[in-house]
């Protein structure tokens, strides 16, 4: 048996789109930036706002510049699903560390604070070689 068009009527999900040209033409010839725009509208990410901002512009046929809705900040960390991750991008902005460097984590109200604790190769200690002597004795293991 087949499912009756009349069924499938009922069980779509209809999807309202937040699009208003007007308030967000307002928005962007007053000067605001993307995050306020999103609060004022309630678009939950910047990729919904670049749609209605390119739709805006397909309908006015006309370009518009909003402050900070193609731009990525290099040094934001987000907590994900997997928890904080932290880049070796993200940790560029901030300076050279090479691999295996530690860190102890410490929350201090509303701040993560990072402190290095050891540089990877930095504690190492140098060897030496157990063979040779002082000033060259013991260099010619040959005989």
């Not at 009922?10 to 993307?34: H, Q, W």
């Amino acid at each position: 048996m087949t499912k009756k068009k009349s069924d499938e009527a009922k069980t779509k999900k209809v999807f309202e789109s937040k699009y208003d040209p007007k308030k967000l033409r307002e928005m962007i010839n007053a000067g605001k930036t993307a995050d306020q725009i999103q609060k004022a509208i309630g678009i939950a990410s910047k990729q919904s706002l670049r749609q209605h901002v390119m739709r805006l512009v397909n309908d006015d046929r006309m370009f518009y510049e909003v402050e900070g809705l193609y731009t990525r900040s290099g040094n934001t960390v987000r907590v994900g699903k997997h928890g904080l991750k932290l880049s070796p991008k993200k940790l560029d902005t901030l300076g050279e560390f090479p691999e295996g460097t530690e860190f102890t984590v410490e929350a201090d109200g509303g701040q993560i604070i990072l402190e290095m604790i050891s540089v990877a190769g930095a504690e190492d200690p140098v060897e030496e070689n157990p063979v040779a002597g002082p000033e060259g004795e013991g260099d010619d293991l040959a005989g």
